[in-house]
């Protein structure tokens, strides 16, 4: 076999068609491992080399089983690909993975002495020359600025609205697998998603929790902003060990051809056979300006949520508690302390009883609970007692109290219409009945808040 193998540049892929090559290049962009119409998985990726960064040669790997494709670990990994075949289709020049002959290795992109590939296809040969031209994409890559451009389609999650399929500028927090073979991810931009209508009759038990979000463990929650909407986002499909496939936390990305949705007036995202992932570089401009915006809105406005101002108005104050600075619901979900008191702006979603007459117990005190979202997060809290009594005014009959939850949950007399409930400020008190379980046993109670409208 030798000791060497010809290596085709990238830019001379044209006097190659329909015959097989070795190519070595950067990887900027894969897509989501997918089921063919046969029995194969599929994964096309994106490369550039010295000689070419622009058009990115797309690469289709097929394989039998889908832990066999390419998992890339990190931004300017390096993939070579030996005896893939040269296709040309809509004036373009692809590379093809061939079953028979086919095979490829990854190298970790970083300078480094170690040439060991951290992953091969089964009929991979590593020869003593690989290390020469790894070095040399490793050198060039390094002192080679990039950036991935602008993209058309790039939206934050604040103008979500509107948009079936976006491309976004996210950071990956976290991916887990929440049941057999469905994995989310975890993703977040620095921006609130905008607040979702909710259908009119939509009460507390169909409402759910972010489950996905609260099931964390309080180790992977703890490490998640307080600030911006973090988007929870699915796959459309199962797929076994999908982890193993996306190595990519804590990274930033652009996730391209994003499915956005609404579930329960709560955004997701789907990732779709047409959905791509490139990784980006912390020095990459649109990463840049995402956290030059993210900080000067902390400095601007604190950690209200982006659609208030300091200035607005509510139904509601917080006696005692006008001096404080708002937090979020995340930060209140993530307090290492065992008890404590927080102001927030949040929405008042749903309550429980819904009908005004049960609010107060067969003895007597109110005891509700209402379901609280900001943002960040969504809550359940108990209003009761005496603090119910705060909220709502002493002595007040049954229609009065009807009237002004029905104002905070955004219910309007107009038939078939959709709520929109009010931002409201709202002190929000915390307890854990466990101090080895801070987290896992946290109650949340409203409290010295007045609503007087």
Known sequence: MGDSRYIVKLKDLSSFTQR?????????????????????????????????????????VFMKDIDGLPHLRSHKDIILLCSFKVEFYNQKYYAVYDHKASSFALFDGRISDNFTPYQVSPTFHHLPKDDVFVRRLRNWSNNTPFDAGISDYAVPLKD?????????????LHVCEVSSGKWVLFVWDGTDAPAVDLKKELGAEELPLQLELTGLPPSVLYNFPR?????????????????????????????????????????????????????????????????????????????????ISPTSNFLTEVPNFEQACCTTLMEILTSPLVHGTFKCVVRFLAVLPSEAKYFRSPSGPYRMTVTLEDPTARIHALLQNGDADEFFGERLDIDVVAMKMNKLLGVSELENSSRNPPWTVCCIGFHSANETDIWGSRHFHICNTRLFM
């Open 20 to 60: 097989k090559v070795n190519l070595l290049g950067l990887v900027v962009e894969f897509s989501v491992p997918r089921r063919t119409n046969g029995t194969d998985y599929c994964t096309v990726l994106k490369i550039i080399d010295q000689s070419q960064q622009t058009p990115e040669v797309a690469v289709n």
């Open 160 to 172: 979500i609205n509107g948009h079936d399929f976006i491309d976004l500028v996210c950071m990956v």
């Open 227 to 307: 600030l911006g909407t973090v988007l929870t986002v699915v796959i459309d499909e199962a797929y076994v060990n999908f982890g193993n496939h996306f190595k990519i936390v804590r990274d930033w990305v652009r996730i391209r051809n994003l499915h956005c949705r609404t579930v329960l007036g709560l955004w997701k995202g789907v990732l779709t056979p047409q959905t791509k992932i490139r990784h980006l570089s912390k020095d990459d401009n649109s990463v840049i300006e995402h956290l030059r915006d993210y900080k000067e809105r902390v400095a601007q406005c604190g950690y209200l949520p982006s659609c």
